[in-house]
């Protein structure tokens, strides 16, 4: 009986050592698992299970090999009282097994919930990186575009050529463009004018406060005519528009404004009105002047034939001479009215303008005491032969030399000098002197018939406005610029052939 149960001790035997064996390298295997991921809960739980059933093969195998070896020596009542310490050791193992697995299903569902969880976090996460990245993009696109636009408009206030100005509601200055310091005069570098009121710079203050006021009330100003004083105290005349800058944050309030230099725009309107006074006054003039003549010539020559019976010495001779000589006056005046009204006939022929210069100095030189006043002359050797009437342009140089002599007095400096427009290739002649000058009032009358400045007996005022004539008649223009103290500036322009 005990032989034949041999072979099934030794399988016995056999089986719970290899069952012990396997249970180990089983737990040594998932050790390393866990091991690789310790985060893993699958892992986790299979090294808890492995480590229950390795615990419960141990305990059964070697439960096993000590009850074979008891009952083959003979001691069954010993493995009696060992036996139940088995079992239960046994059945605390499978407890475990159980307690693990119920514990790990909890466990599981807890861990699928995470891994749910951790999944959409991941998920948000892609989600919150992808619009980081986008958001960074976008910020560097309106970055750099806001850096474009910047660039852009702050090109558009440097390159300006109209004055762009930026002043709290006060008026005082905050900004001002390269123009801006041009028109009034002033360096960039020395002259800081921040912080500077805009009130400084403009000749009637009340006015300016009255556009500050406007702008206040209406938002908005436009196309206001005002004054402005430049460093060196000329006066320029500006068209002033405006509007309030709405503030962001904590930015104040600023007013935004456009100036325009019109003084030149002014001066040609002035002299277009100027032209068309001229014209007007020229057509009456020569319908006068022809009305005139022909009874000055009459009573000039019934003068003159009653000159012949008297003698030099009596008193009706000396009379009759005083009529003559008022006479012979009145003539002149109407010939100078005739070539005002552009009515004489020109004889124009190819000359040159510096001789023609020369001769009218040498003229004046000659019948003038002008040894006190320093006559110099600039030419441009560029300057080539006009078409022009000789004695008419002479008589319009002589007639300015003449004035800056008598602007200049007992001493001063006279200059006359040619040059080419850059524009369009004219001539230009500029009698220049240092005289007293001309007052603003009276410049834009100078070109009047009669007008004059000079004392009663000095003047007729017609030899501007028959210069006028001639050069309008040559197809030129001729300008004035002059300063009170500082001298006057007469510039004479012809057409190049």
């Given at each position: 009986?005990?032989?034949?149960?041999?072979?099934?001790?030794?399988?016995?035997?056999?089986?719970s050592?290899?069952?012990?064996?396997?249970?180990?390298?089983?737990?040594?295997?998932?050790?390393?698992?866990?091991?690789?991921d310790?985060?893993?809960?699958?892992?986790?739980?299979?090294?808890?299970?492995?480590?229950?059933?390795?615990?419960f093969?141990?305990?059964?195998?070697?439960?096993?090999?000590?009850?074979?070896?008891?009952?083959?020596?003979?001691?069954?009542?010993?493995?009696?009282?060992?036996?139940?310490?088995?079992?239960?050791?046994?059945?605390?193992?499978?407890?475990?097994?159980?307690?693990?697995?119920?514990?790990?299903?909890?466990?599981?569902?807890?861990?699928?919930?995470i891994?749910?969880?951790?999944?959409?976090?991941?998920?948000?996460?892609?989600?919150?990186?992808?619009?980081n990245?986008?958001?960074?993009?976008?910020?560097?696109?309106?970055?750099?575009?806001?850096?474009?636009?910047?660039?852009?408009?702050?090109?558009?206030?440097?390159?300006?050529?109209?004055?762009?100005?930026?002043?709290?509601?006060?008026?005082?200055?905050i900004?001002?463009?390269?123009?801006?310091?041009?028109?009034?005069?002033?360096d960039?570098?020395?002259?800081?004018?921040?912080?500077?009121?805009?009130?400084?710079?403009?000749?009637?203050?009340?006015?300016?406060?009255?556009?500050?006021?406007?702008?206040?009330?209406?938002?908005?100003?436009?196309?206001?005519?005002?004054?402005?004083?430049?460093?060196d105290?000329?006066?320029?005349?500006?068209?002033?528009?405006?509007?309030?800058?709405?503030s962001?944050?904590?930015?104040k309030?600023?007013?935004?404004?456009?100036v325009?230099?019109?003084?030149?725009?002014?001066?040609?309107?002035?002299?277009?009105?100027?032209?068309d006074?001229?014209a007007?006054?020229?057509?009456?003039?020569?319908?006068?002047?022809?009305?005139i003549?022909?009874p000055?010539?009459?009573?000039?020559?019934?003068?003159?034939?009653?000159?012949?019976?008297?003698?030099?010495?009596?008193?009706?001779?000396?009379?009759?001479?005083?009529i003559?000589?008022h006479?012979?006056s009145?003539?002149?005046?109407v010939?100078?009215?005739?070539?005002?009204?552009?009515?004489?006939?020109t004889?124009?022929?190819?000359?040159?303008?510096?001789?023609i210069?020369?001769?009218?100095?040498?003229?004046?030189?000659?019948?003038?005491?002008?040894?006190h006043?320093?006559?110099?002359?600039?030419?441009?050797?560029?300057?080539?032969?006009?078409?022009?009437?000789?004695?008419?342009?002479?008589?319009?140089?002589?007639?300015?030399?003449?004035?800056?002599?008598?602007?200049?007095?007992?001493?001063?400096?006279?200059?006359?000098?040619?040059?080419?427009?850059?524009?369009?290739?004219d001539?230009?002649?500029?009698?220049?002197?240092?005289?007293?000058?001309?007052?603003?009032?009276?410049?834009?009358?100078?070109?009047?018939?009669?007008?004059?400045?000079?004392?009663?007996?000095?003047?007729?005022?017609?030899?501007?406005?028959?210069?006028?004539?001639?050069?309008?008649?040559h197809?030129?223009?001729?300008?004035?610029?002059?300063k009170?103290?500082?001298?006057?500036?007469?510039?004479?322009?012809?057409?190049?052939?």
């Amino acid at each position: 009986m005990i032989i034949s149960s041999i072979p099934i001790l030794i399988v016995d035997l056999i089986g719970s050592i290899l069952m012990i064996i396997l249970s180990l390298l089983s737990l040594r295997l998932v050790f390393k698992l866990r091991e690789q991921d310790r985060d893993n809960l699958i892992w986790t739980y299979l090294w808890w299970i492995c480590l229950a059933l390795s615990c419960f093969a141990v305990s059964r195998s070697a439960g096993h090999i000590l009850k074979n070896f008891l009952l083959m020596t003979g001691q069954e009542a010993f493995w009696a009282k060992v036996r139940p310490f088995s079992g239960a050791i046994n059945t605390s193992m499978f407890f475990v097994v159980g307690a693990v697995t119920l514990f790990f299903e909890r466990i599981w569902v807890i861990y699928q919930l995470i891994r749910k969880d951790r999944q959409a976090l991941q998920a948000a996460h892609k989600e919150l990186l992808f619009l980081n990245q986008n958001l960074e993009r976008l910020v560097e696109k309106r970055t750099n575009a806001l850096s474009v636009s910047e660039y852009k408009y702050r090109r558009i206030f440097e390159v300006s050529k109209d004055m762009i100005l930026v002043t709290e509601k006060d008026g005082t200055i905050i900004n001002l463009n390269p123009s801006g310091y041009d028109l009034l005069g002033l360096d960039r570098e020395t002259d800081k004018i921040e912080s500077r009121n805009a009130r400084e710079f403009m000749a009637e203050p009340e006015k300016w406060s009255n556009a500050i006021a406007s702008v206040q009330r209406e938002r908005s100003i436009s196309n206001v005519e005002l004054d402005i004083i430049t460093s060196d105290g000329t006066v320029k005349r500006i068209l002033l528009s405006g509007s309030m800058a709405e503030s962001s944050g904590n930015e104040k309030e600023t007013i935004h404004f456009l100036v325009k230099d019109i003084e030149q725009r002014k001066r040609m309107e002035e002299q277009l009105a100027q032209a068309d006074k001229l014209a007007s006054i020229g057509e009456l003039s020569s319908g006068v002047a022809h009305e005139i003549n022909n009874p000055l010539g009459v009573m000039l020559g019934y003068t003159q034939l009653l000159l012949r019976g008297e003698k030099k010495s009596s008193e009706r001779y000396a009379d009759l001479k005083t009529i003559e000589k008022h006479v012979r006056s009145c003539k002149t005046i109407v010939e100078d009215l005739l070539s005002f009204s552009r009515k004489s006939e020109t004889e124009k022929e190819m000359l040159d303008i510096h001789q023609i210069i020369d001769d009218v100095i040498t003229f004046v030189q000659h019948h003038s005491n002008i040894g006190h006043i320093s006559l110099e002359k600039d030419y441009n050797p560029d300057v080539k032969q006009l078409l022009i009437d000789e004695k008419k342009i002479k008589q319009v140089l002589i007639n300015l030399v003449v004035n800056a002599i008598h602007a200049v007095g007992k001493n001063g400096q006279i200059w006359i000098s040619t040059d080419l427009s850059e524009h369009t290739g004219d001539l230009m002649v500029k009698v220049r002197d240092d005289g007293h000058g001309i007052e603003k009032k009276h410049l834009k009358n100078i070109f009047d018939p009669f007008f004059t400045t000079k004392p009663t007996g000095e003047g007729t005022g017609l030899g501007l406005s028959v210069s006028y004539g001639i050069i309008k008649n040559h197809g030129g223009h001729i300008y004035v610029d002059s300063k009170t103290g500082v001298g006057t500036t007469f510039t004479v322009t012809l057409p190049a052939v």
